[in-house]
């Protein structure tokens, strides 16, 4: 599948064209306080001509025949293109709280690192994460490192999603 760019793509955001789209496809997770788990993955990146893009990810668990077994992760955020490819994500999750992360992309690439995490009092405790998105073979795969439960930052979920 070949991509296009946007007429209207504003130039600060040019660094992130490749990832606009739907993307879909699985991904494994794991942590300590936690048992590894599969699960089934579609994110979508939109945009209207200004500086950002609206961003919305959605997981579910999958069994060990790639089967739904229940729904998993909501967050959906803005992905802010700055110039000379700075950028910003505020993120927003069903459970609980909000981060605002920094980082830079540049040739297929997107580095990112939370800058502040707010919690409502029922949120598990989650202090910060680092997310490095890549284009490989146009495939879009990444990583999420994550800080929780009294837990220093460390891998927990991976995946690689096929542009839809």
Known sequence: MVFELPDNL???CGPLAWLLGTWAGNGHGDYPTIEAFEFGQELIFTHD???FFHYLSRTWIVDENGEKVRDAALETGFLRCRPEGKVELLL???TGF???WYGEASRGKLDLTTDAVVRT???KAY???RRLYGN????????YDMAAMDQPLQPHIWARLQRR
């Open 10 to 12: 504003h130039p600060d």
């Open 121 to 123: 009092d029922s949120a």
């Open 92 to 94: 927003s999750h069903h």
């Open 136 to 143: 490989v073979e146009g495939d879009l795969l990444y990583a």
């Open 127 to 129: 202090t910060g994460g």
């Open 98 to 100: 909000v981060e605002i």
């Open 49 to 51: 001509g200004r500086p």
